[in-house]
């Protein structure tokens, strides 16, 4: 099987298994105030019953066939003022904390000891998981949280692949993955530490373990587990990949596979489950959570179902059919007198759900073929919607240097501007290994697998909105072959013409702009050192850039 959950005594000592911070987060799952819950039913029937759980009168689409009963229900819970990530919380063991200051063992050791202890008077439930979905790649995941946090618990198990006889087959077949043990995550929600006001997530990516304390929204213990999954991927000969992955099988029995990138909000969703109105045979991987193989560039994705936002569907909406899980929404009485929902972000930022993996008609855990093309969303204002990167340098570090803005998923730290164009290697925030290693990673897929790379701009282009209509129809002129590039003005960049979105080098501004965020690019390649430093190839790759943007 893929990850070790059973040790020799000769394997127990400081080393690829155990380390302080392992045996801290590790040793309260044995507790007597522990109780296994084994199955997706029982996680069900115990949020049913926790306090403050909205059981609604909107039944479970098709609920027998992804693990429920048949007369499960829609279930709501709410965060209080709490509705998403927070960057400033995360802290990995041997790097540097949101503030510049080093994560060590010396400093966190005790408090998560204290955190630990401060759970002996409560029952707590250990649940498990399989991240992975096929034999190419399957870890195991164990999470330790305490009753009353029952909605989670039962999230976490539908997010990813609660253990049945067909998954536990095909992980017992799964490759082994040499001194990498279990993935055990210890979490309090309630937990609160005057020096970490926003909660805080501990992670010791070596030994596949993490401490997820003061941390209500659903979304960090979703992100924490895959954090330590990409870590797993990234040592094992996989590129860790924050983004959707779908597949055109065209008619002429000819297969395209596209990789999409970016944050929450940046149409990463969007795209990859856009049906084109059923112009194609279109198959699905994931939305948000695969790796790709550096040897022969097949994918895996690595959970079942998606967590979506709620904003952009109203209550009659026809995809509220695959709903499960509900956080952060309002809920009313409709004319039947039912509970049903309040969505579009009327309640908060950020409303969030999990949908079962039905949503997607088509639907596969694994693509067998190698992957065609990868985009890189970016909210850009100085780019055209839709570019092609030639060389493999700069499609890497282009993804890189991925801009972006901020949405409402985050919970920012004070002081900082939720407006500002930021830049987020590669989509994925939850990286807990060197910059490089995805820079290589990605370089090898674009020079020796032979990727194609896009960026595509679904922001504005000098303040006018990139219709979502423009995005997915230069998409189809992508996948039909009938996309007609011309040449940027940049070496290695050429752009798809689109009607009133041709950028105008005669216009002295444009190009002010369009150098100055490409020196952006320069600036922060410059300021990366040590865990987030890349090769030189990438930053003489950007200079050049600006020097030629400075030229038009």
Not at 194 to 216: S, T, V, Y
Not at 224 to 237: D, E, F, K, Q, V
Not at 271 to 279: D, E, P, V
């Amino acid at each position: 099987m893929s990850t070790k959950q059973y040790y020799k005594w000769s394997e127990i000592k400081r080393g690829p298994f155990f380390s302080t911070m392992r045996a801290i987060i590790e040793t309260p799952f044995y507790g007597n105030n522990v109780f296994p819950v084994e199955t997706l039913k029982e996680a069900y029937k115990l949020a049913c019953d926790c306090p403050g759980t909205i059981v609604t009168d909107l039944p479970v689409y098709k609920p027998e066939a992804t693990g429920l009963p048949a007369d499960a229900r829609v279930l709501v819970f709410n965060d209080g003022n709490v509705a998403g990530r927070a960057a400033a919380n995360r802290c990995i063991l041997g790097s540097n904390d949101f503030y510049g200051n080093p994560v060590t063992t010396a400093r966190f050791a005790p408090i998560l000891r204290e955190a630990v202890y401060q759970t002996r008077n409560k029952n707590l439930y250990h649940a498990q998981a399989y991240i992975g979905l096929a034999e190419d790649f399957m870890v195991k995941a164990h999470l330790c949280i305490p009753e009353g946090e029952e909605n989670i618990m039962y999230s976490w198990l539908y997010n990813f692949q609660y253990l049945n006889e067909t998954y536990f087959n095909m992980y017992q077949n799964s490759a082994v993955l040499e001194n990498e043990p279990d993935i055990f995550i210890f979490s309090d929600p309630q937990w609160s530490h005057p020096d970490f006001p926003m909660g805080l997530a501990f992670f010791d990516p070596e030994h596949n373990c993490a401490c997820l304390l003061g941390l209500r929204y659903f979304g960090e213990h979703k992100k924490g587990t895959l954090t330590m999954s990409w870590g797993i991927a990234n040592r094992n000969g996989f590129v860790s990949c924050h983004g959707g992955q779908k597949r055109y099988n065209l008619k002429d029995g000819s297969k395209f596979v596209l990789g999409v990138f970016g944050l929450s909000g940046s149409g990463k969703s969007t795209i990859t489950h856009a049906a084109h109105s059923g112009k194609y045979d279109i198959t699905v991987l994931h939305d948000d959570a695969f790796v790709i193989s550096r040897t022969d560039a097949s994918s895996v994705a690595l959970e079942p179902a998606y967590f979506d936002k709620t904003q952009d569907y109203p209550m009659d909406s026809e995809d509220n059919k695959y709903l499960v899980t509900i956080q952060n929404n309002g809920v009313t009485l409709d004319e039947n007198g039912d509970r049903v929902l309040v969505t579009e972000d009327i309640r908060n930022g950020n409303g969030r759900a999990m949908k079962s993996k039905l949503w997607s008609p088509n639907r596969v855990d694994i693509f067998p073929e190698p992957a065609n093309a990868i985009i890189w969303l970016m909210k850009d204002p100085t780019l055209p919607p839709v570019m092609k990167i030639s060389d493999p340098v700069l499609s890497s570090t282009m993804g890189a240097t991925l801009a972006t803005k901020r949405t409402s998923a985050e919970r920012l730290a004070p002081g900082v501007d939720p407006d500002a164009l930021v830049v987020e290697p590669y989509a994925n925030p939850f990286r807990t290994y060197p910059l490089a290693q995805d820079y290589d990673g990605f370089r090898a897929l674009f020079a020796d697998r032979g990727l194609d790379c896009y960026i595509f701009n679904t922001g504005h282009f000098m303040e006018k909105k990139v219709p979502k209509e423009v995005t997915l129809e230069s998409l189809e002129s992508i996948i039909e072959g009938k996309a007609n590039f011309v040449p940027f003005g940049l070496s290695g960049f050429s752009y798809l013409p689109v009607d009133g979105f041709d950028p105008d080098f005669s216009d002295a501004a444009y190009k002010k702009q369009l150098t100055a965020r490409m020196k952006d690019r320069v600036d922060f390649i410059s300021s990366r050192s040590e865990f987030d430093q890349l090769p030189d190839e990438s930053l003489q790759a950007m200079t050049k850039a600006v020097d030629e943007a400075g030229k038009l």
